[in-house]
């Protein structure tokens, strides 16, 4: 007797301790689509078998298991298997609502919430995930894309975009929360939201007033391919999405409930050309610092094929931070199988976890996007990608040394009146192109006289220039391409040139300044393509970086595609989205002895840089450090 009882805790233990050792800056979870749990983990061989080999390959705290998901429900003795299963391994199990209606061609289908019959089902597919769960997210399709002749009606003389912020609001509250916490008072429902913020007005995905009617949000952190996708979404933006939604929701609470706040980051296999661009994504996501991450989906890591390089010939035998061969070798295992996507992503997850825990809060340059605001779609993640370190927040950051506005701040009717507030405090405000056209008329001219007279001009030289005399030329090499930038005209003497765009013999203001009251307003001028910031040279990047970050504890001298991630500890890390060996200077603020590479423990001298007196900047330290392609370097200034 007393035997069985030894081996009967035994086997407890052993069961258990496949999910022993979980990373120690953040939890790991995985979500299992409701096809899936249907017609494949129904089979208890099956789910054992998907298991064994999603859990040799990487650590996982929880899964979220989907109830529903266009038109299929999971039948409730499948759920109550599938999640004692989980259970008895020790896993947290939660539970997962993706709304969507099929769809046609690949364009995405939503319920039509005038529709009675769509309504219901919302509500069963709710009521159904309550009953056995305390914690349920909805995946990222609560919105609404449907024009059918009740919603025609309903409209009325609304925009659609106001139709849609009201009905889903309605939808949320009476659809879903109060459905959910009727079944079960203590269960916490999750709203996901996915990548395209700039959008998320217009189809009734709500960030002010919805979000804060959930117990908690999520962030869809997949940015996938660059150039292939039909999003094209820029890498650093897995990073700032996650931080503009952390600033949304800032309430997280780390105790045992983890009720409020932004839950974590979400990202996906898809679209993915080489392997880093994967790895990179998680890498990005756990930058920001997200409590959590969930990997989409349980397919994927669980699945017995083995995981492909893709397209990395050009840096495979460089010192990358993600080595393909160091990866393999790192799978242990028990039948010759070969690693799949779910150790690609124990191997990412396991590198930042090493180092997470020394890093501060992060911080970068404080930028206001309004909520329910576009415009200017996307471009704070282009210039995260020329290593300006953007703070996104929907709150006017009002005790920032400077606050970066772009076309979106439009959307607060009392935005110029806290530029001026500002700017007479003696802080700095930079605004874009963009802004300032959209401004025209609406009381910018009561700060700085300027007009941005709707021409372009092609522009391929530029100079440097503070004050009075000969510029300098800030062109790094003969056969720049040239960008084609709007005129922004303004009055010498007034307002002062800082980079200026040359062709044929006439000027045009790339970053100009005014002052005004105590402050300074920069105005700074974007491609008609943000795409070809990438193509300005290098130095004229790095004196728009001079003035931008000012203040700012630290800053890069990079080619394009290198961002730079800060923290309010004096640490920072730089990485590199590209494809060859890039070399960075960094500068900090003085007084600084050392960079000390956190990852490698290498140790660097800094290099004191004199106080430029006529520009009254004060003196800085400076180090080169080199950045293999797709890698990043971990940093602290000591």
């Known amino acids: 007797m007393k035997g069985h009882f030894v081996a009967a805790i035994l086997s407890l233990l052993s069961a258990q301790s496949v999910v022993a050792g979980q990373y120690a800056n953040f939890d790991v979870a995985v979500y299992i689509v409701a096809s899936t749990a249907q017609r494949q983990l129904s089979d208890p061989k099956a789910l054992e078998a998907q298991y064994e080999r999603a859990a040799s390959q990487l650590k996982f705290d929880k899964v979220y298991l989907e109830t529903y998901r266009d038109s299929l429900f999971v039948d409730e003795k499948t759920l109550t298997s599938i999640k004692r299963f989980f259970e008895r391994k020790g896993v947290k199990v939660a539970g997962g609502i993706t709304l969507a209606k099929g769809g046609h061609g690949g364009q995405f289908g939503t319920f039509d919430y005038e529709s009675a019959a769509d309504r219901e089902e919302c509500r069963r597919a709710v009521e159904l995930t309550a009953r056995h769960f305390d914690e349920i997210v909805l995946d990222d399709f609560f919105f609404y894309t449907t024009k059918s002749d009740a919603n025609i009606a309903a409209k009325g003389s609304r925009s659609w975009t106001q139709y849609r912020l009201e009905k889903m609001r309605e939808?949320?509250?009476?659809?879903?929360?109060?459905?959910?916490?009727a079944v079960n008072p203590k269960v916490k429902v999750i709203i996901k939201y996915p990548n395209w913020y700039e959008h998320f007005q217009a189809l009734g995905y709500d960030l002010d007033v919805e979000a804060?009617?959930?117990?908690?949000?999520?962030?869809?952190?997949?940015?996938?391919?660059?150039?292939?996708?039909?999003?094209?979404?820029?890498?650093?933006q897995s990073y700032l999405t996650f931080r503009y939604f952390d600033n949304i929701r800032p309430d997280y609470s780390p105790d045992a409930a983890k009720s409020g706040g932004n839950r974590g980051g979400w990202v996906d296999t898809f679209s993915t050309r080489y392997i880093d661009r994967y790895a990179e994504q998680l890498w990005d996501t756990m930058f920001a610092k997200a409590p959590e991450i969930t990997l989409f989906n349980w397919t994927d890591m669980a699945s017995p094929k083995a995981a492909e390089p893709g397209h990395r010939s050009t840096w495979a035998n460089k010192p990358t931070s993600f080595r393909w061969d160091e990866m393999v070798g790192s799978f242990k295992s028990k039948n010759g199988a070969a690693p799949g996507w779910g150790r690609v992503a124990g191997y990412s997850l396991e590198q930042v976890d090493a180092f997470l825990g020394k890093?501060?809060?992060?911080?970068?340059?404080?930028?206001?996007?309004?909520?329910?605001?576009?415009?200017?779609?996307?471009?704070?993640?282009?210039?995260?990608?020329?290593?300006?370190?953007?703070?996104?927040?929907?709150?006017?950051?009002?005790?920032?040394?400077?606050?970066?506005?772009?076309?979106?701040?439009?959307?607060?009717?009392q935005i110029v009146e806290r530029m001026k507030r500002q700017l007479a405090a003696g802080r700095n405000v930079a605004i874009t192109s963009g802004l300032l056209r959209a401004l025209h008329g609406k009381g910018i001219e009561d700060v700085v006289e300027l007009e941005h007279t709707d021409r372009r001009v092609a522009i391929r030289e530029f100079l440097n220039g503070y004050g009075a005399g000969n510029g300098t030329s800030l062109n790094d090499r003969a056969d720049n391409p040239s960008i084609v930038f709007p005129e922004i005209r303004f009055f010498t003497n007034d307002s002062w040139v800082l980079v200026r765009g040359v062709a044929h013999s006439k000027g045009f203001p790339i970053l100009l300044m005014n002052r005004y009251s105590r402050g300074i307003l920069y105005v700074l001028s974007i491609p008609d393509n943000p795409g070809d910031l990438y193509n300005l040279p290098q130095p004229v990047v790095t004196v728009i970086k001079g003035y931008l970050q000012d203040n700012f504890p630290v800053r890069i001298d990079a080619p394009e595609r290198v961002s730079l991630f800060?923290?309010?500890?004096?640490?920072?890390?730089?990485?590199?989205?590209?494809?060859?060996?890039?070399?960075?200077?960094?500068?900090?603020?003085?007084?600084?002895?050392?960079?000390?590479?956190?990852?490698?423990?290498?140790?660097?001298?800094?290099?004191?840089?004199?106080?430029?007196?006529?520009?009254?900047?004060?003196?800085?330290?400076?180090?080169?450090?080199?950045?293999?392609?797709?890698?990043?370097?971990?940093?602290?200034?000591?």
């Open 359 to 413: 890093l501060g809060k992060p911080m970068g340059i404080a930028s206001y996007k309004p909520y329910q605001s576009s415009g200017e779609d996307f471009l704070h993640n282009y210039l995260g990608n020329i290593g300006i370190p953007i703070e996104l927040t929907p709150v006017f950051p009002e005790s920032a040394d400077l606050v970066l506005l772009t076309e979106s701040a439009k959307h607060d009717p």
């Open 212 to 236: 804060k009617m959930f117990d908690a949000v999520y962030t869809g952190t997949e940015t996938r391919d660059p150039d292939i996708t039909d999003q094209l979404l820029q890498q650093y």
């Open 566 to 638: 800060a923290y309010d500890n004096k640490t920072f890390i730089i990485q590199s989205f590209r494809d060859d060996e890039a070399k960075a200077k960094v500068s900090v603020a003085a007084g600084a002895m050392r960079l000390r590479n956190l990852v490698t423990g290498e140790v660097q001298s800094l290099t004191a840089i004199p106080v430029n007196q006529r520009q009254k900047v004060p003196g800085r330290s400076e180090a080169a450090v080199t950045v293999q392609p797709h890698s990043y370097g971990v940093y602290a200034v000591e």
């Open 171 to 181: 939808v949320a509250e009476n659809l879903v929360i109060k459905p959910a916490k």
